[in-house]
């Protein structure tokens, strides 16, 4: 069975941290890339960072030197570390598994999504 299930959502001032977790079950954790998407109401999901098997990560511009995107074999588990919040950081976060052998940060490469965290930034 294809579970993603994330948690660590929250509500934090602006400045502070949180940490993403996404427990993938093992029928695809070996996939590819994996990545976190965000999403807020009438907007299309934003990729927010991706994780390839070989290790290479990269991240949208706006979080860039504030997330970290990490993985742990042995727990199944993709993280997102999120330091020096911003307000514009609120969202819907989401893990997702690629269906396929390409790795971006655009929705469409990915097949297998999470149900998704919420996080709350206030100023």
């Known amino acids: 069975q294809v579970q993603l299930v994330e948690s660590g959502g929250g509500s934090v001032q602006a400045g502070g941290s949180l940490r993403l977790s996404c427990v993938v079950s093992?029928?695809?954790?070996?996939?590819?890339?994996m990545s976190w998407f965000r999403q807020t109401a009438g907007k299309e999901r934003e990729g927010v960072a991706y994780i390839t098997s070989g290790g290479t990560t990269r991240y949208a511009d706006s979080v860039k030197g504030r997330f970290t995107i990490s993985q742990d074999n042995a727990k199944n588990t993709l993280y997102l570390q999120m330091n020096n919040l911003k307000s514009e950081d609120t969202a819907m976060y989401y893990c997702a598994v690629a269906n396929g052998p390409v790795c971006s940060l655009l929705a469409g490469n990915f097949g297998y999504w999470g149900q998704g965290t919420q996080v709350t930034v206030s100023s």
């Open positions: 093992r029928y695809i954790w070996s996939s590819f890339c």
